[in-house]
């Protein structure tokens, strides 16, 4: 999902960590040979100089039953587990921009810290009840 890639010192368009090279949708690798004339267009063709190098492999693994036949293997790879992917559809590619998290941390945390707080509160509440139920029961309810 980490698209933000890099020339590897071989020529070849990789993954950051250069872990991993970028595969176009004939299945071959992309190589560059200037990487600062590389663009790529919106629907993930990739042109250096102008001139059309390939179009990025995007792929869909969503199957029928919502699962993904995918698996986690590290920091933003996942490896398919034999259920081929499918041509995305209608897939829009933006240079220069990373795809961020949907979370924002301080926010979450917040959310967290209110909600202990709510929660202490609670406990609190249930015990002063139980200690008004003890009294009631023990104290009040006591024959002279």
């Known amino acids: 999902r980490a698209g933000n890639f890099t020339v590897s010192p071989a020529g070849r368009l990789v993954t950051a960590d250069m872990k991993y090279e970028v595969v176009n949708s ?8 200037s990487p600062q004339e590389v663009t790529i267009a919106p629907d993930g063709e990739v042109s250096q100089r102008g001139e059309v190098i390939g179009r990025l492999s995007i792929v869909s693994f969503a199957r029928p039953d919502g699962t993904y036949g995918l698996r986690k293997v590290g920091d933003n790879v996942l490896e398919d587990l034999g259920q081929a992917g499918r041509q995305a559809a209608q897939v829009r590619v933006q240079q220069g921009a ?25 406990i609190q509440l249930m015990k002063s009840h139980d200690s008004i139920l003890d009294r009631t029961v023990n104290d009040i309810g006591r024959p002279v």
Request: proline share 3%; glycine share 6%.
């Open 26 to 33: 004939e299945g071959g690798v992309f190589a560059i040979t």
């Open 98 to 122: 990373l795809e961020m998290s949907n979370v924002n941390p301080v926010v979450e945390m917040s959310k967290m810290i209110m909600a202990l707080r709510a929660y202490e509160a609670n």
